[in-house]
């Protein structure tokens, strides 16, 4: 089964991923750095995460730069060319990652071990996923896995199928998706819960218009993960720093507690899950 990769511009135009990260002049000594864009990507977004590049700076010795391209895909495409040398995944881009590309997986957020996308809609007379028959819904990005992969494993679990029974649009990231349903673009989304906390709390959603109507199975997601050209030393430096990190401005940006140490082998239900769905 494949879903219809159409998508949708709010505010943003897409690009080929392989002209949003060129290759960088490297210094020797720098540390490139990429996140996916699960939020929006937005200058204030990208300086927002300055302490996190301080943090990572000191604690490796290294100059850091940082990019975040406009898609995931991108971001895959940046470890592949070896523009990066750290790179922030979720399950689904990771596994597009470590397949074409062998990245290492370092540490995750011990929320990362028990990860849920949330199904929202802005209709009170939703109430299960097959109320959305016939209607619209937004996914995330289409290597997104609690923003594409998971919502669709669920909701073909609940006998809907997002190509014949769903009008369905691609956000491009998890702000987008919940914007959109808040808006009214689309009836419901599916995306990232702690996006979806962050938003409420920072009060770009209201949580009374837009509404958790369920919460999928846990799953495993994010994953910050090494180029297989990288050092082992400095790979090594990376790890120990965010297995020790409690500065909570840093942990806040990342939107997670604690680090715990990440292996390949426990994405094995996740790219069983993605090879069923053709999304791998």
Same mark, same amino acid.
């Given at each position: ?60 010795? %290294? ?45 995750? %957020? ?20 097959? =109320? ?8 995330? =990005? ?18 809907? =199928? ?6 369905? %649009? ?61 050092? =082992? ?48």
């Amino acid at each position: 089964m494949t879903i219809s990769r159409r998508t949708f511009a709010l505010g943003t135009t897409a690009s080929i991923a392989a002209a949003l990260v060129p290759n960088l002049v490297r210094a020797a000594d720098d540390l490139h750095v990429a996140f996916v864009p699960e939020i929006a990507t937005t200058p204030a977004s990208i300086s927002a995460k300055q302490p996190f590049v301080d943090w990572l700076s000191k604690s490796v010795g %290294r100059n850091v730069n940082l990019i975040i391209p406009t898609n995931y895909a991108a971001t895959v495409e940046a470890v592949g060319n070896g523009s990066v040398d750290l790179a922030y995944f979720g399950g689904l881009a990771y596994l597009k990652a470590e397949a074409h590309y062998g990245v290492v997986p370092q540490v995750q %957020r011990i929320e990362d071990r028990s990860f849920h996308s949330l199904f929202i809609t802005n209709s009170p007379d939703v109430k299960t996923l097959g =109320d959305l028959r016939g209607k619209t819904f937004a996914f995330g =990005d289409v290597l997104s896995t609690s923003g594409h992969l998971i919502p669709a494993k669920e909701l073909l679990e609940a006998g809907i =199928d997002p190509t014949k029974d769903l009008t369905t %649009r691609f956000s491009g990231n998890h702000t987008n998706t919940a914007l959109a349903v808040n808006s009214g673009q689309v009836l419901a989304g599916g995306l990232d819960e702690t996006v979806y906390h962050a938003l409420v709390a920072q009060g770009t959603i209201d949580p009374a218009k837009v509404r958790v109507f369920k919460t999928s199975a846990p799953f495993v997601d994010y994953v910050w993960t090494t180029s297989k050209s990288l050092d =082992d030393a400095t790979a090594e430096k990376i790890k120990a720093a965010f297995l020790a990190l409690k500065d909570p401005a840093v942990l806040s940006i990342l939107r997670g507690t604690k680090y715990v140490v990440a292996t390949n082998a426990e994405y094995a239900p996740l790219r069983k899950v993605a090879q069923q769905l053709q999304m791998l």
